[in-house]
């Protein structure tokens, strides 16, 4: 049997051995929460709550900040203790977060109107998954209310989703996949009534067949196929997904919908079963802890806004340990502070030591093309850089500066050591800066 794959991309060694037999445990609940009020893609969330005020677990503590934003509910049963501006890793800049002491076991306050989903019309289920502030889970944070609702004039005939689970070391999806397909099931018969489409695919990499086998086993009387893909990074991007999956092609600078297809995270489908059947917000997520540098790796259930040391803390830290990330080596971000707390769209912490993360001194481009044979999107990575280099941001964005997804498969595969996510990322910003300048 062919395989579904797509052109480019690289086989970084995997690491899925370090916590892929590890069931997921829900970790102990810290004494203080960090929430903050950007846990979305998009306008941060306003904050509907003052200091010393007691909250319920599932309590709106941030209403959105715009069309495009999510509401942010209390993690735990407690008291705000103080609304402040912290660092937030991905921002790049201080935001506003709520601190909660939790004083309590939990004392849920459960959405109003949840329950048996095929009573419910497609209003009412996208009702309760916005008022329950579910994003993508895979690491984008885009509002999921919005994506399951495209204008109209954008028919939708697929949905997929994505188990493909490319990044090397992170494992959480996959047990998901094995501990929770009955809830999988559940949210995407619930996203089936809302977009009311005609297939739904789920995408895994051949590197999980426990969870390929397992999937079919309990969806075997159900409208949903299960895919193989062929294990290659970055097969979990929304566009490349899409194409192994169905052979469409998302536009340059188009989206899933432009083609018929919404793409959600697997983390994001059992959110959604959560929040329309059980009444729960989103309050927690699944996340795999893992890396040569941490002692007992494995898969929890950590509450937003727990603290990244709280966890590490937990699974223990050996003394190598040079580098914390959130997320998986190719596209997680480092920490430079590890009390920075999960956000809703953290799916792994991973802690290397130095001799994997040590870094090269760059050299200069020997014109190889090893990155361009690689690229996943079709461009040019080190022209790209050049472009950047000279500040040539305008030059840059008509060979595709915009169109690059920050995979790193061109910086894995240079022998000159070139950091083109560096550039690239510090190029996006500019050109975006620049091009609201000259509005
Ligand atoms: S240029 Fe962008 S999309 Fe292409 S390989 Fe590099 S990071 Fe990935
Ligand atoms: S892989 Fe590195 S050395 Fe080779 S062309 Fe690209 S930037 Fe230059």
Redesign the pocket.
């Known amino acids: 049997m062919v395989l579904g794959t797509f052109k480019g991309g690289i086989h970084p060694p995997v690491k899925k051995e370090l916590a892929k037999d590890k069931p997921i445990e829900r970790l102990e609940i810290p004494d203080t929460v960090y929430v903050y009020m950007v846990n979305h893609a998009g306008a941060p969330a306003k904050v509907v709550v003052e200091k010393d005020q007691e909250v319920k677990t599932g309590q709106v503590i941030g209403e959105p900040g715009g069309f495009i934003s999510a509401f942010v509910h209390s993690p735990v049963t407690g008291r705000v203790m103080d609304i402040k501006k912290m660092y937030h890793p991905i921002a790049g800049r201080p935001v506003d977060t709520v601190v909660i002491q939790k004083t309590a076991e939990d004392d849920w306050e459960l959405l109003e109107g949840h329950g048996d989903y095929q009573n419910m019309d497609k209003k009412q289920l996208l009702d309760l998954i916005k008022r329950a502030g579910i994003v993508g889970m895979g690491g984008a944070m885009f509002p999921t209310h919005v994506k399951l609702n495209p204008p109209p004039e954008k028919k939708i005939d697929i949905l997929i989703i994505n188990g493909a689970e490319c990044e090397p070391y992170l494992t959480i999806d996959y047990r998901t996949m094995l501990e929770r397909a009955e809830d999988l099931l559940k949210g995407i018969k619930i996203m089936e009534k809302i977009l009311d489409v005609e297939k739904v695919y789920v995408g895994v990499e051949d590197n999980k067949p426990g969870a390929i086998k397992h999937l079919r086993e309990v969806f075997s009387s159900e409208n949903v196929q299960i895919v193989p893909l062929r294990t290659k990074y970055p097969q979990g991007s929304e566009k490349h997904l899409i194409y192994a999956i169905t052979g469409r092609k998302v536009p340059r600078g188009g989206l899933p919908m432009d083609v018929g297809v919404v793409v959600q995270n697997v983390g994001t489908v059992v959110a959604i079963k959560e929040a329309v059947v059980d009444g729960k917000p989103l309050v927690e997520r699944g996340l795999t802890v893992t890396g040569e540098a941490v002692e007992n790796p494995g898969n929890f259930i950590v509450r937003i806004g727990t603290p990244a040391k709280f966890v590490l803390d937990h699974v223990g830290l050996k003394d190598n340990v040079e580098r914390v990330l959130f997320g998986g080596p190719m596209m997680g971000i480092a920490l430079r502070d590890i009390n920075i707390p999960v956000m809703k769209g953290t799916s792994g912490i991973t802690a290397l030591p130095a001799e994997i993360t040590r870094t090269a001194v760059e050299m200069p481009?020997?014109?190889?093309?090893?990155?361009?044979s690689v690229c996943p999107m079709g461009l040019q990575?080190?022209l790209l850089?050049k472009l950047v280099q000279k500040k040539r941001h305008d030059d840059a964005a008509k060979i595709g500066l915009m169109d690059c997804i920050e995979c790193g498969s061109?910086a894995y595969?240079?022998?000159?050591k070139?950091d083109?996510v560096r550039y690239i990322k510090l190029g996006k910003t500019v050109y975006k800066a620049l091009r609201g300048a000259k509005k």
């Open positions: 481009c020997i014109r190889c093309a090893s990155c361009v990575p080190y850089v061109c595969s240079c022998p000159s070139i083109h």
